[in-house]
């Protein structure tokens, strides 16, 4: 509620957001079901999958915004699924969560934010 809130004088002109979700198969908890690694997010969010849980969670948040919405899944390695879909969707502003990591989770887990800024070819924010 509180990220809406602050984006919603930065997004106030924008006619569409995508909430883009990417499903890796190298972090697939184990006993999703191999449908899952292929599905639409329209799939994912009509099975009430865990994905698709959260998909609908970001949608009913970004709903408050009042801008025309659509919820897409990318299947494959995060950060080039990220990029590809910056380049093939002609998004004018990137906007990335990013997760703080603590201790030795840090050094295992891939800085995505630090990978984004780095290649990324339009504008990002990172919140």
């Known amino acids: 509620a509180r990220l809406t809130k602050q984006l919603a004088p930065l997004l106030c002109q924008v006619d569409e957001l995508t909430a883009l979700h990417v499903m890796s198969q190298i972090a697939a908890a184990p006993g999703v079901p191999g449908w899952e690694l292929r599905a639409s997010a329209d799939e994912l969010m009509e099975k009430h999958t865990i994905e698709g849980s959260l998909l ?27 990029l590809d ?43």
């Open 56 to 82: 609908e969670a970001d949608m009913a948040r970004l709903a408050r915004l009042n801008v025309r919405l659509q919820a897409k899944v990318r299947h494959g390695l995060v950060i080039r699924e990220i």
């Open 85 to 127: 879909e910056m380049q093939t969707g002609d998004y004018d502003l990137v906007v990335i969560g990013a997760h703080r990591s603590k201790g030795w989770e840090r050094f295992l887990l891939d800085d995505l934010a630090r990978e984004l800024i780095h290649h990324a070819d339009r504008p990002l924010l990172v919140v």
